[in-house]
C-alpha cells in the first residue's frame, strides 16, 4: 500500500500563486506515475497533470499548462504543484495520486493510490 497526504491549500485571490505538496510513503517503489486531479462540487473528477516518477517527464491539462508546474523529489518521496496565475474556475478541491503505471493516465481509474484532497480557492 501507498499512503499520500496533501498540504498547501488555501484561500487566494484571481492571479496569485499557492504550492501544493503531497508526501508519499509505504510501498513507494511500486510507484511509476504521480498525478494531481482536481473535483469542482457538482462535476467530475478530472486530471489536471501528472509525472513519471523515474525520469520526470510530465503532461498538463490544457486548462492549465503554462501556470501550473508538477515536480517531485525522489529521496524525499514528495511531489509538488505549483500554481501561478490562478482564476476562479481554479477553485477545487485537489487530490494527489500515484499509479502503478497501467492504463491511460489521464484517467482517475487509472491511479490506485490516492490523497484525501485539500481545498484551493481562488476569489474573483
Known amino acids: 500500500q501507498v499512503q499520500l497526504v496533501e498540504s498547501g491549500g488555501g484561500f487566494v485571490q484571481a492571479g496569485g500563486s499557492l504550492r501544493l505538496s503531497c508526501a508519499a510513503s509505504g510501498r513507494t517503489f511500486s510507484i511509476s506515475y504521480m498525478g494531481w486531479f482536481r473535483q469542482a462540487p457538482g462535476k467530475e473528477r478530472e486530471f489536471v497533470t501528472f509525472i513519471r516518477w523515474s525520469f520526470g517527464s510530465t503532461s498538463y491539462a490544457d486548462s492549465v499548462k503554462g501556470r501550473f508546474t508538477i515536480s517531485r523529489d525522489k529521496a524525499k518521496n514528495t511531489m509538488s504543484l505549483q500554481m501561478n496565475s490562478l482564476k476562479p474556475e481554479d477553485t477545487a478541491v485537489y487530490y494527489c495520486?500515484?499509479?502503478?503505471?497501467?492504463?491511460?493516465?489521464?484517467?482517475?481509474?487509472?491511479?490506485?493510490?490516492w490523497g484525501q484532497g485539500t481545498q484551493v480557492t481562488v476569489s474573483s
Open positions: 495520486a500515484a499509479s502503478r503505471g497501467v492504463g491511460p493516465l489521464y484517467n482517475a481509474t487509472s491511479y490506485q493510490y
